[in-house]
Nanobody, 130 residues
Framework: QLRLVESGGGLVQPGGSLRLSCAAS????????IGWFRQAPGQERVGVSS????????NYADSVKGRFTIARDNAKKMVWLQMDSLKPEDTGVYYC???????????????????????WGQGTQVTVST
């Protein structure tokens, strides 16, 4: 059974950093694109970043470009989201999700859309506050 488990969330001051982890099990990660999504209180879930199955393609929401970095290690079945220069507006529950319907460069068009993903983790809370 395909399973995704996020970790690494917490409370951090503005300007600080966190690294989120997404551990995959029950499937061959190298065949799946992975996306990170954020849901702030009272708001819809939005795409933050995604990475293609090979790792050759990545994309980022405009709000996090230059501050967040996504990476993966298929052999370790892990995907990470390094978040630097955090802002209060980055606060929310962060989810990782998997898709076997986004082929490589198509990630640049579809990678931040929830509808492209079929499997989701339970989320990890990130709070950026003084």
């Amino acid at each position: 059974q395909l399973r995704l488990v996020e970790s690494g969330g917490g409370l951090v001051q503005p300007g600080g950093s966190l690294r989120l982890s997404c551990a995959a099990s029950g499937f061959t990660l190298e065949y799946y694109a992975i996306g990170w999504f954020r849901q702030a209180p009272g708001q819809e879930r939005v795409g933050v970043s995604s990475i293609s199955a090979s790792g050759d393609y990545t994309n980022y929401a405009d709000s996090v470009k230059g501050r967040f970095t996504i990476a993966r290690d298929n052999a370790k079945k892990m995907v990470w989201l390094q978040m630097d220069s955090l802002k209060p507006e980055d606060t929310g529950v962060y989810y990782c999700a998997a898709s076997n319907r986004i082929y490589e460069e198509r990630l640049l068009v579809r990678g931040l859309g929830q509808v492209s993903y079929d499997w989701w983790g339970q989320g990890t809370q990130v709070t950026v506050s003084t």
